[in-house]
């Protein structure tokens, strides 16, 4: 026996809701507890509304809400009644939501209150109906569902499904003025075909919409015969559409005529003083809905107009190189904000790439933002350095909002600058107050790579702006991707810099090696993060606040490709040394200038060669490597006039990589080997390298040094040894 003789041998209907066309569908057996032909049919919501006390209806909303938020079977009941409001029966539904289907359940008719408790226990309704609190319920009901649309769209929906016992239109419109003619915005109901109407009319014409729209007062027709008598030229058409009653209602918003809105019903009804009492309230609330929604539609028109004019091309190119950019407004108002990023070709034939934040996230910052953005291009085509850029836009923008004597709004913002050598991977890179540009490695790891920074641009005045912004030169390998970002994709939700760091570190995780495009929109994504770790009744809330604490986010990705600038080229499938399944064989290198007036720079290099060795299994390497570093660039602190310039590159195949590190300085002197006294204070740092190393030594370059050792990835044969 099927499942469904089952059910329709125990009087068990079945229905499904399904929410993408706003229709419910019921079995022979529901549709006959219902009240209607026992057949499968489809019905509207506003159909289903009409046929239950609106008083069940909102229990039905309440109960199927709470318990679908623990993740519960909802269960409850509601009583059918007919068009008089005469209860037919009481059904119990048990529902519950199915993914790609809705809500799914079924209905089974049980004893009312009465039968079960007594007539002491019977609830309000049955075949009195208290008309007077169902309208309160209905009005409110329809208050609420208008005020969550947000789109004009969804408000016409929400119109159109109003319904109660007694009130079930059978369509709805909408009327708009334009100058002198009539239009029919929007229709919901039964389709019917308007074309012996002849919009867009004249507003002049006897017709109720154009009457309701000429004097701002309502049209009641309760019956045919009163609209023939009052409208005959147009009732031949409207006739066809068998309707009985029809309500033409003004749509004012602050003393201000919007439209009108037609209620029209296929039964009789008597609009009495109660019914004109509750339609007038609905014609209030739907022009207040819709006066919003259409707001709303203007400023996201307003937003997207902006977004477009200040943006640079979604698809910047950087020529031999890889890029993606994202922007993503989350803020409310406008949704546009002082985030930014450009992507400028140079006179030297580099490529610069620009991304900052203005302060604000309102009107004012997005458009010194866009100020700020055609200055830096101006600055940057005109062939300066990256310190020059930034310090010419520092002045510009102290300039532009702080000598505001209207306003006294004085603006400063954060951006990282630099210049893209694409055939050697060279970034030269200046930072003003804004976060350090990200490194993904060939294996997926994300690395901050320290830069030397500035003040935000605009701080401190005429006389303050413009101070310093050092340079800082980084290299981009084969394979490797750059990222530059706002603080909306690191510091969202208020947190810091390390718990957002580590928070795209695990997003892309296994990724580097996908679509640059598709990359960028995981790395979006991931601001969604949070939201998964928490409980299903706690979603709700905790979304509306976690959207408030949300910043725009500006972001841009930049990969070199592996096989670029002499690089041999890759067998398919296989990233790294040709003809090697799944090895990888390439360099990775940093440079890094350390200046005499820069000693906390050393921390910085000790930083990033831990992190260029962060495979390495062996920690006792990894940290002599480290120590030996420290001790040369010490050195070079301590026993020259002038800079340190490291270059570290490690090269080889995975579990056997060498490390070279070379350390320059503009000293003459050659270092050498020797035994330090009991209480000298220097001579020890090379007997240390020597026992660590597997290879070191000096040479002259130019006019000063190279101080160098190599370190293997393995501890080398005995007899190899290790030599000057």
Not at 209 to 218: D, I, K, M, P, S
């Amino acid at each position: 026996m099927r499942t469904e003789d089952v059910l329709a041998a125990s009087r068990t209907g079945v229905w499904v809701w399904d929410q993408a066309r706003g229709v419910g569908v019921l079995d022979a057996t529901a549709a006959a507890l219902f009240g209607l032909d026992a057949a499968p049919t489809t019905l509207s919501q506003a159909a289903i509304r009409s046929r239950i006390p609106i008083q069940d209806w909102m229990e039905m909303q309440r109960v199927a809400v709470l318990e679908q938020s623990e993740g519960r079977v909802a269960e409850c009941e509601f009583r059918v009644v007919d068009d008089t409001g005469r209860v037919l029966r009481t059904l119990r539904v048990r529902l519950n939501r199915v993914v790609g289907e809705g809500l799914v359940g079924t209905l089974v008719e049980v004893p009312s209150f009465a039968e079960r408790e007594g007539p002491e226990h019977e609830r309000p309704g049955g075949f009195d109906w208290d008309w007077e609190r169902a309208r309160e319920a209905f009005v409110l009901e329809a208050g609420q569902a208008l005020s969550e649309a947000s789109t004009p769209q969804e408000v016409l929906r929400e119109a159109a499904a109003l319904a109660m016992p007694g009130f079930s239109p059978d369509g709805i419109a909408i009327y708009s003025r334009e100058g002198d003619r009539l239009w029919l915005a929007e229709y919901h109901g039964t389709p019917i075909d308007t074309s012996g109407l002849n919009f867009p009319m004249d507003i002049s014409a006897r017709y109720p919409a154009a009457e309701v729209l000429r004097t701002g007062r309502a049209v009641y027709l309760s019956t045919p015969e009163e609209y023939a008598e009052r409208y005959p030229r147009y009732w031949p058409v409207i006739a066809q559409y068998h309707r009985s009653s029809w309500a033409y209602l003004p749509l004012v918003v602050a003393g201000r005529l919007i439209g009108s809105w037609l209620v029209a019903f296929t039964h009789p009804v008597d609009f009495t003083l109660e019914n004109r009492a509750m339609l007038s309230t609905l014609a209030r609330l739907l022009a207040q809905a819709l006066s919003r929604t259409f707001l709303q539609d203007t400023e996201r028109e307003l937003a997207a107009d902006l977004q477009h004019t200040m943006r640079p091309s979604p698809r910047p190119v950087v020529p031999g190189m890889q890029v993606a950019a994202r922007y993503v407004p989350t803020g409310g108002g406008l949704r546009v904000g002082g985030d930014w990023y450009d992507v400028i070709p140079l006179p030297s034939g580099r490529v610069a790439l620009v991304i900052g934040d203005v302060q604000g996230h309102d009107v004012r910052a997005a458009a010194v933002m866009a100020q700020l953005r055609i200055a830096l291009r101006a600055y940057a085509s005109e062939g300066h350095r990256p310190d020059a850029v930034l310090s010419r836009a520092s002045r510009f923008l102290a300039g532009l909002t702080g000598g505001d004597a209207a306003g006294d709004d004085p603006r400063f913002a954060t951006c990282l600058y630099l210049e893209v050598d694409p055939p050697t991977g060279t970034l030269d890179v200046a930072r003003a107050g804004h976060l350090d540009p990200g490194m993904v490695l060939t294996d997926g790891r994300l690395l901050t790579r320290p830069t030397a920074g500035g003040l935000p641009l605009g701080v401190g005045g005429m006389e303050g702006a413009g101070g310093d912004y050092p340079t800082t030169r980084l290299n981009l390998q084969p394979g490797e991707i750059l990222l530059l970002c706002t603080d909306g994709l690191v510091e969202t939700g208020h947190r810091d810099l390390d718990v957002g760091w580590a928070r795209l570190g695990r997003a892309l995780r296994g990724l580097s090696g996908m679509e640059l495009g598709d990359l960028a929109d995981a790395l979006i994504e991931s601001v969604q993060e949070p939201t998964a770790e928490i409980p299903g009744h706690a979603v709700t809330a905790t979304t509306a606040l976690a959207r408030a604490d949300r910043d725009d986010i500006a972001l841009v990705l930049l990969r070199r490709p592996a096989g670029v600038a002499g690089e041999p080229s890759e067998p398919s499938g296989v990233p790294g040394v040709p003809g090697v399944p799944g090895v990888s064989s390439r360099v990775r290198r940093l440079v890094l200038v350390v200046g005499q007036s820069e000693p906390a720079k050393i921390a910085e290099a000790r930083r990033e060669l831990t992190a260029m060795l962060h495979e390495w299994v062996d920690a006792e390497r990894v940290f002599g490597a480290v120590l030996m570093l420290s001790e040369l660039l010490a050195n070079v602190l301590r026993h020259t006039d002038g800079d340190a310039l490291l270059v570290a590159e490690l090269s080889g195949q995975p579990g056997d990589r060498l490390l070279r590190i070379e350390v320059s300085d503009p000293s003459d002197q050659l270092p050498h080997l020797r035994e330090p006294g009991e209480l000298a204070s220097s001579g020890r740092g090379l007997l240390l390298m020597d026992s660590l190393c597997d290879a070191w030594g000096s040479a002259p370059r130019g006019m000063g040094k190279t101080t160098w050792f190599e370190l293997h990835e393995r501890q080398p044969a005995e007899d190899e040894g290790s030599g000057t």
